[in-house]
């Protein structure tokens, strides 16, 4: 609790100085998503355009299985959070 996740909103979203994750972050089970290699790709997954907008047919809405759908997701380490790069859904 309480610990700083980026310098500012902006920097989360515009690249700027400060924008790699700064602590922890933690999955539902209380991995430590920046470090677990349970988490190889460390994405952002957020189906979202640079704007922030809805990405149609890229946000893994109905997925299922092992289809060919690609949603919108950002490695954390980059910053520019909403930069996205399609990835596939099935990319654990």
Not at 12 to 17: A, D, H, I, S
Not at 19 to 28: L, V
Not at 29 to 45: F, M, Q, V, Y
Request: charged fraction near 15%.
């Amino acid at each position: 609790q309480g610990q700083l996740l980026a310098k500012s909103w902006s920097s989360l979203f515009e690249g700027q100085p400060g924008a790699t994750p700064r602590g922890p972050i933690y999955s539902f089970n209380g991995r430590n998503i920046l470090t677990d290699p349970l988490w190889p790709h460390r994405l952002a997954w957020h189906g979202s355009t640079v704007r922030g907008g809805h990405a149609r047919r890229r946000d893994c809405q109905g997925w299922r299985g092992s289809g060919a759908a690609e949603g919108m997701a950002t490695p954390l380490g980059q910053g520019r959070l909403l930069a996205g790069h399609r990835h596939n859904c099935s990319t654990p």
